[in-house]
């Protein structure tokens, strides 16, 4: 599995790596809209024992290159996120 930080859609996607092709994505963070993430653009892993996997830092934009319908631009933030 893969992470991946969507900016346009202010999300964060669970993305399968089987090699059939398939590439079966889940919305992890995000949806339903979140003020706090909006404009995701880059995570890790947490670095304490247990987090790789389940603990991601995201950074945000705060909707500064593509604010949400609202158009209102949020601060940017770094968030924690605890990760199915």
Known sequence: MAYVTTHRQNTVERVSLQPDGNGARQIV????FDEQLVGPSSAAWGRQPGDYGRVAYVTTDGG???PPT???VRPARLLRAELP
């Open 29 to 32: 963070a995000g949806e339903p």
């Open 64 to 66: 500064l290159i593509a």
């Open 70 to 72: 609202d158009d209102l």
